[in-house]
C-alpha cells in the first residue's frame, strides 16, 4: 500500500479531524446534521459515504452526491458558508490508501451515522474491505473514540452480538431512540438534535442543541407528550 504522507501530526487535539462515515442505512439525515453540527464548531471533518449510501441519501433528501467537487456541494446542501469548505474533506469508499486509513494520521474519532447492519458486522468482524470499515479498525486499534449510530429495527441475535461485540471493544453505541421528558424533543429535529447531542457529548464538543436535564423549566411548566392525530 502506497500511503502519502500525513500533515496533521502536530496540531493539537481540538484541531484534529472527526471521521463521519455515512451507509447505507436509513436516516442519512443523522449523518449530513452530524457533518453540519461539526463544522459550526469548526471541527474538521473527513466524510466517507458507502456507495449504497449515496442512494440512500438521494431518496431521502433528494441530494445527488456526485462529481468532483464533493465538499463545495455538501456545503451548499447544508446551507453553511463558502469559508467550511477548507473543513471538510470527502473521501471515496474505496480509497484504502486515504488518510483514514492509517493509524499514523491522528483524528479525534469516528462516527458512523447511520450505522447499517452490514457495516456493524464487517468492524465487529475485523473486516477493512472498505474505507468506512478499515477506518473503524484503525480507530479501535489505536484506542481512539468510535462511536456508533446503528438503524434497523427489530434487532436480531446476530445484530444484538455484534453489537454486544464492539461494545465489549469500547465502541460507544448510540441508538437514534425517541425521547419526550422536554420540549426541545418534541418535533422531528428535537428528537435528531437529542441523538447528535449525545455524540457531541462522547466526542468532547460543546454544543446547544438542546437543554440539559437541571437547566430546564420548573415542574410546573412541565411540557406535554406529543400529541397524536
Known amino acids: 500500500m502506497n500511503l502519502t504522507p500525513h500533515s496533521n501530526q502536530n496540531l493539537p487535539v481540538q484541531d484534529l479531524p472527526v471521521v463521519v462515515g455515512i451507509t447505507g442505512a436509513s436516516g442519512s439525515i443523522l449523518g449530513f ?3 453540519e453540527v461539526l463544522l459550526q464548531q469548526n471541527c474538521p471533518v473527513e466524510l466517507v459515504m458507502t456507495e449504497k449510501s449515496l442512494q440512500v441519501i438521494f431518496e431521502e433528501l433528494n441530494f445527488k452526491v456526485s462529481g468532483q467537487e464533493k465538499s463545495e456541494r455538501i456545503i451548499q446542501h ?3 458558508p463558502s469559508e467550511k469548505t477548507g473543513l471538510l474533506k470527502v473521501f471515496g469508499n474505496h480509497e484504502l490508501d486515504a488518510a483514514p486509513s492509517s493509524g499514523t494520521h491522528l483524528t479525534r474519532g469516528m462516527v458512523i451515522t447511520p450505522c447499517s447492519m452490514g457495516t456493524l458486522g464487517r468492524i465487529a468482524a475485523g473486516i477493512g474491505d472498505n474505507l468506512v470499515s ?3 479498525d484503525v480507530t479501535l486499534k489505536e484506542h481512539r473514540k468510535l462511536i ?8 436480531n441475535q446476530i445484530h444484538l452480538k455484534n453489537l454486544l461485540t464492539l ?5 460507544c ?4 431512540v425517541l425521547t419526550f421528558y422536554l420540549k426541545d424533543f418534541q418535533s422531528m429535529d428535537g428528537q435528531i438534535n437529542y441523538t447528535l447531542g449525545k455524540v457531541m ?6 454544543h446547544d442543541l438542546y437543554t440539559r436535564w437541571g437547566n430546564h423549566t420548573s415542574s410546573n411548566n ?3 407528550l406529543v400529541k397524536t392525530p
Open 33 to 35: 446534521r452530524m457533518i
Open 201 to 206: 457529548d462522547q466526542l468532547g464538543l460543546a
Open 78 to 80: 447544508l446551507g453553511l
Open 167 to 171: 461494545s465489549q471493544c469500547g465502541v
Open 148 to 155: 456508533i449510530v446503528p438503524r434497523e429495527s427489530p434487532l
Open 222 to 224: 412541565t411540557p406535554e
Open 134 to 136: 478499515r477506518a473503524a
Open 173 to 176: 453505541i448510540i441508538p437514534p
